[in-house]
């Protein structure tokens, strides 16, 4: 169980709340979204979640080892304008990265576009982030972060693509030390980005896994192949198709090559 009165002290969060049982944490703070008297940021976690959500339409299947959380966040407050979220959403991601690096340093660590987070080649973390229809400046940033997640009694299509700090390195991390330092990061990568003088592309590019690589962007709109050149100071996913094409929403695969076997 976390401590989240000590989680509280030691961030930059102004509220927490700490469950045994949630169906998914970001169901309960879009709901507390809704209330205008609310002091944000404010933490919702659950050790368990019984209908935890991913994106789009998958579910999040999660064991008590994973840390699961959601942070309901006034943009408008940070500072942060509507069209700087796409950025704020990589550098959510980037901040997990920089985070977990510290606890596997013989891994590698990336990010895949926009905002999963990988160990080698499978996920550590996924990100989930939504807007209140209520409150339209409120975002409601969802974390589920593998840390000593056993993938024993996984589903298979979970177990053949996730991984966890445990699973990487047999070693078991405290959970509440790794939010707390995730939140402190990220609160200097906020601040970074309303400075004015961030420059993403040359994060992002350190923990790519993209970069170089062949790839296949689906959007609704329609699906691109070609190679990754990295991602462009809005934050948009950049593809050499023959000519650069930009990509702002969609899923990537990585195509398989010979030499990434
Ligand atoms: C994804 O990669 O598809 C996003 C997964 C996000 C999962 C987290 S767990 C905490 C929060 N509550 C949810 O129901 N989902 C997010």
Known sequence: ?????????????????????????????????????????????????????????????????????????????????????????????LSVAETLESYVPARRVGVKWPNDVWIGQRKVCGILIEQSDRVSDRLIVGIGLNINT??????????????????????????????????????QTMMAQRSGNWSLPALWSRLCVLIGRQVIVSSTAEQLFGQCLGIANDGALLVDTGAIRRCYAGTVRLVATSDSA
Request: with cysteine; glycine share 6%.
């Open 150 to 187: 056993d993938f024993a009694e996984a589903p298979e299509e979970i177990r053949s693509v996730a991984t966890s700090l445990f699973a990487e390195s047999g070693q078991q991390f405290d959970q509440q030390a790794v939010l707390i330092q995730f939140l402190r990061r990220w609160e």
């Open 1 to 93: 169980m976390i401590d989240i009165d000590d989680v509280v002290s030691q961030t930059f969060l102004r509220q927490g709340h700490w469950y045994q049982e949630l169906d998914s944490t970001n169901n309960r703070a879009l709901e507390i979204a809704a209330d205008c008297e609310i002091e944000t940021p404010v933490l919702l976690g659950a050790t368990h979640q019984t209908a935890g959500r991913g994106r789009g339409s998958n579910r999040w299947w999660s064991s008590n080892g994973t840390l699961k959380f959601s942070v309901l966040l006034d943009m408008k407050d940070l500072g942060i304008a509507q069209s700087d979220w796409p950025r704020f959403s990589l550098g959510t991601a």
